[in-house]
C-alpha cells in the first residue's frame, strides 16, 4: 500500500512539473509575442514621425512621405511653400513619361509665382533618385533649388552626388510618394506640346489644386478666402 501511495505522490509531481513547464513556456511565448507586437509598434511610430504632405491633383490625390532627417533643409523649404499654400492651384508644367513630373509654382498660363531665396543643395545625403523619390529641381547653379520639385518616374540614379561641379553634383532627394505612385503614372500618360521654350506641357493642365500637410488644416488661398466672402455676404442678405 506504501509503494501505490509513493507512486501515486511521484506521478503527481511529474505531472506538476510538465504543467508548470508548460505554464512557463506559454508565459514566455506570451511575452516574446508582446514585446515583438511593442516592437512593431515602436518601429512603426518612429516612421510615422516624418511629415507627409498631400497633393490633391485633379487625377488623383500624391501623398509624399518626407525625409527630415536626411534633408533637413529641403523638407523645411517644401513644407513652408506648402504652409503658405503657394502650390494651391499651380500645375505640373514638365511631364516626360519614362522620366520624371515637375512641379513647383507655375500658373495654368504657365506664370511662375514669385519665390523664396534658393536654398543650399543636399545632394550628398545619400539618398538616391529612385523611382516614387520626390527631389529638388534647380538650374545649373548648385545652390539655386527654391520652389520646384520633381517626382522620379523611374531609377534615374544619373541625377544623384556624383561630383563636385555643377554638372555632376546632383539633385538632393528629400521625400517619396507614400501613396498615389499609381496617380502619378497615370499623369506621366497624358498628351504634351512645346508652349514657347518650354517643352513637355500637358496639353490639357495637370493642377495641383490643393496641397497640405497631412493632420494640418489646409492653408486657405485668396480663392478660398474670396468664396468665403461670397457665403458670408449670402448669408447676411437673407
Given at each position: 500500500m506504501?509503494?501505490v501511495?509513493?507512486?501515486?505522490?511521484?506521478?503527481g509531481?511529474?505531472?506538476?512539473?510538465?504543467?508548470s513547464?508548460?505554464?512557463?513556456?506559454?508565459?514566455?511565448?506570451?511575452?516574446?509575442?508582446?514585446?515583438t507586437?511593442?516592437?512593431?509598434?515602436?518601429?512603426?511610430?518612429?516612421?510615422?514621425?516624418?511629415?507627409?504632405?498631400?497633393?490633391?491633383?485633379?487625377?488623383?490625390d500624391?501623398?509624399?512621405?518626407?525625409?527630415?532627417?536626411?534633408?533637413?533643409?529641403?523638407v523645411?523649404?517644401?513644407?513652408?511653400?506648402?504652409?503658405e499654400?503657394?502650390?494651391?492651384?499651380?500645375v505640373f508644367?514638365?511631364?516626360?513619361?519614362?522620366?520624371?513630373?515637375?512641379?513647383?509654382?507655375?500658373?495654368k498660363?504657365l506664370v511662375?509665382?514669385?519665390q523664396?531665396?534658393?536654398?543650399k543643395n543636399?545632394?550628398?545625403?545619400?539618398?538616391s533618385?529612385k523611382?516614387?523619390?520626390?527631389s529638388?529641381a534647380?538650374?545649373?547653379?548648385?545652390?539655386s533649388?527654391?520652389?520646384?520639385?520633381?517626382?522620379?518616374?523611374?531609377?534615374?540614379?544619373f541625377?544623384?552626388?556624383?561630383?563636385?561641379?555643377?554638372?555632376?553634383?546632383?539633385?538632393?532627394?528629400?521625400?517619396k510618394v507614400?501613396?498615389?505612385m499609381?496617380v502619378?503614372?497615370?499623369?506621366?500618360?497624358?498628351e504634351?506640346?512645346t508652349?514657347?521654350?518650354?517643352?513637355?506641357v500637358?496639353?490639357?493642365?495637370?493642377?495641383?489644386e490643393?496641397a497640405?500637410?497631412?493632420?494640418?488644416e489646409?492653408?486657405?488661398?485668396?480663392?478660398?478666402?474670396?468664396?468665403?466672402k461670397k457665403?458670408?455676404?449670402?448669408?447676411?442678405?437673407?
Open positions: 506504501k509503494h501511495l509513493l507512486l501515486v505522490v511521484i506521478v509531481m511529474v505531472a506538476w512539473a510538465f504543467a513547464q508548460n505554464l512557463l513556456a506559454e508565459e514566455s511565448s506570451k511575452k516574446v509575442s508582446e514585446d507586437k511593442a516592437s512593431k509598434e515602436a518601429t512603426k511610430t518612429k516612421a510615422s514621425t516624418n511629415p507627409m504632405v498631400v497633393l490633391k491633383t485633379n487625377y488623383g500624391i501623398t509624399i512621405e518626407l525625409f527630415k532627417k536626411k534633408a533637413p533643409i529641403s523645411e523649404n517644401f513644407l513652408k511653400y506648402v504652409r499654400g503657394f502650390y494651391d492651384n499651380t508644367h514638365r511631364v516626360v513619361k519614362g522620366f520624371v513630373l515637375q512641379a513647383g509654382g507655375m500658373t498660363d511662375q509665382k514669385k523664396h531665396e534658393p536654398i543636399e545632394a550628398t545625403n545619400g539618398l533618385n523611382r516614387g523619390t520626390v529638388m534647380r538650374t545649373s547653379a548648385i545652390n533649388a527654391t520652389s520646384h520639385f520633381f517626382i522620379n518616374l523611374k531609377d534615374n540614379t541625377l544623384d552626388h556624383h561630383g563636385e561641379d555643377p554638372r555632376s553634383y546632383g539633385y538632393a532627394v528629400f521625400g507614400a501613396k498615389g499609381d502619378a503614372d497615370k499623369i506621366a500618360d497624358v504634351v506640346t508652349k514657347g521654350q518650354m517643352k513637355n500637358p496639353v490639357k493642365p495637370v493642377i495641383i490643393k497640405y500637410v497631412l493632420g494640418e489646409p492653408a486657405k488661398t485668396k480663392s478660398d478666402q474670396k468664396e468665403l457665403e458670408a455676404k449670402k448669408i447676411g442678405e437673407k
